[in-house]
């Protein structure tokens, strides 16, 4: 690596172990600067313990992490540069808004009129700049998330690190504080690592998503990338949802594989994430993705089950053959198209290139 | 919760007014009686403050007071030390084996006769071979204070929920910083409800500081009780009546500074 492509969080093999939890299982991470990165599972899976690691409050059992290639992973949590926006938000309640602002850089030694420009400044960014004299308790639960932000921003952190900050807001807030949250990153030019649980947050939020599990990160990228093109089953599983056909492989050739249905039909599928001597698998297909057909036409037979109306789709559970259930979603138009009835006999559709053969 | 009301039961004001009656209408009458230009105790000859300026300049009682004042002090202060880093290191140590019995370790004194901690220091005391006087009364009342201190000061401490230490540090804060600028001040209703209970409990305990204070040194208590036995004087009702002032003031505030704690003690979020 290079200086000009210096990351600006670099995790190599990390791992922590909690008595014989394993808690981080061999991490490896890059987070380039001005990246909105988003560590994204389940909750026990890691991710929350990797991002205190970063910040400094957990101590790595193996493993180093670079901050623009220094080392960190020693220094205690007041010598890193990156600041943490708390789930809980822990604002300092004895302390004015302007005052928890104030704090990172009073620590700093930051000069006094300074610190007072800054804080002002943050404040304004937040939209709180008439409240700095309020006590955190006089403020609403999104207004103390915003404090807590402008707070982790105002010492001018290298990287910003957001410990599911908008998990304890109502819906309403939360969608909004999506799009400020990625406007102040924008406009600070940040790097910041977000941890939630919430998909949806994820995927509209991020540069880069790095799905984990199990200790363990099971795959790094775009939304697209993840949504599109899911490394595993988990990820598949995790990210939306899919539909999960097992199929045996007769063939693999330039990460297209040739897989046998259980009712003996061929299908092509994209094989990309595969190892190349795996005799079975199983393909993911979106709802979306799937058509469904009359009796009579091509594809895998099975009968409706489920039919229901969602407003902009129309959702129908297919049972197929072998017992398996596929979830077929298909978009409402002014077609008679989407209209099957239940125990109705159809064919379900697989366009070519819309499988994708996976393992766990 | 109507049906609980207990005012409404038979001889509930009658049965209260008497409890409270017994409790307070000794003091009552010391505290009154002390502003009586007699010397008696049962009729009242019109008010004075004599009797007042006559303690104050008794020498003995100037003494007994300064010592007490001294101790006092310096054992509310040491044991309020030693009872907030007992607090931190229980409330914000990893957890370990035997917690809960430590934490009963430290509670204990409050259980124990105080005649056996009394035996049992001037024991001690004198197996050491240790002078008895002013320094072995602090050294026994620092430790009886401890826990006095530490209830109030743990109790705020365990009211204070979220990462505020972690925050403070993470925001460059040094451990100490952490603690000077963010829990301290958090815990200071505590810390100052510690400070006034032992303080209290220091300046009115007798039994103690009686066996460990050795010939020669007196505080308060030990002063009345020796005027008390020679001959009772109205200067004892004077004196007392200070003494329960005192007492009533520090432990009205310390009432006050416990009871607003937990209200300001967290920033959780008004939605949820």
Known sequence: MNAQDKMAISIRNAAKQFGNFIALDNVSLDIAPNEFFTLLGPSGCGKTTLLRMIA??????????????????????????????????ALFPHMTVAENVAFGMRMLKVPKDEITKRTSEALSMVQLAEFSHRRPSQLSGGQQQRVALARALAPKPKVLLLDEPLS?????????MRAELKRIQRQTGITFVFVTHDQEEALTMSDRIAVMSAGKVQQVGTAKDIYERPNNIFVANFIGETNLIEVKIESIVKSVANCRMFDGS?????????????????????????????????????????????????????RLGNQTELTIRSQNGDGPDANYEIGQEISVVIDPGVARLLTE | MKSLDIKKYPGFRAITLFCLFILYGPMLVIAVYSFNSLRSITSWGGFTFAWYLKAFNNPTIQVAALNSLFIAVVAALLSTMIAVSAALALARGKTFKGQSALFALINLPLMIPEIVTAVSSLVFFIA???????????????????????????????GIKGHFEEAAQDLYATRWQAFRFILAPMLMPGIISGLMLSFIVSLDD???????????????????????????????????????????????????????????????????
């Open chain 1, 168 to 176: 304890a807001l109502d819906l309403k807030l939360r969608q909004s």
């Open chain 1, 266 to 318: 061929l299908i092509a599928c994209t094989a990309d994430a595969i190892a190349a001597n795996i005799k079975t698998g199983k393909i993911s297909v979106r709802p979306e993705r799937l058509k469904l057909a009359t009796k009579s036409s091509k594809g895998i037979k099975g009968v409706v089950t489920q039919s229901i109306y969602l407003g902009t789709d129309t959702q129908h559970i297919v």
């Open chain 2, 128 to 158: 050491i071979g240790f002078n008895l006087g002013l320094l072995t009364i602090l050294i026994a009342h620092v430790v009886f204070c401890i826990p006095f201190a530490y209830l109030p000061i743990s109790a705020r401490l365990q």
């Open chain 1, 56 to 89: 400094g409050f957990e101590t790595a059992t193996q493993g180093e992490i670079f901050l623009y290639d220094e080392e960190i992973e020693k220094l205690p949590a007041n010598r890193r540069s990156v600041n943490t926006v708390f789930q809980q938000y």
């Open chain 2, 206 to 272: 007798f039994i103690i500081t009686n066996m460990v204070a050795g010939p020669g040194t007196t505080t308060l208590p030990i002063a009345i009780y020796g005027m008390v036995r020679v001959g009772f004087t109205p200067e004892i009702n004077a004196i007392s009546t200070v003494l329960l002032l005192t007492s009533l003031v520090f432990v009205t505030v310390s009432y006050f500074l416990s009871r607003n704690a937990p209200k300001n003690a967290k920033t959780k979020p008004l939605q949820h």
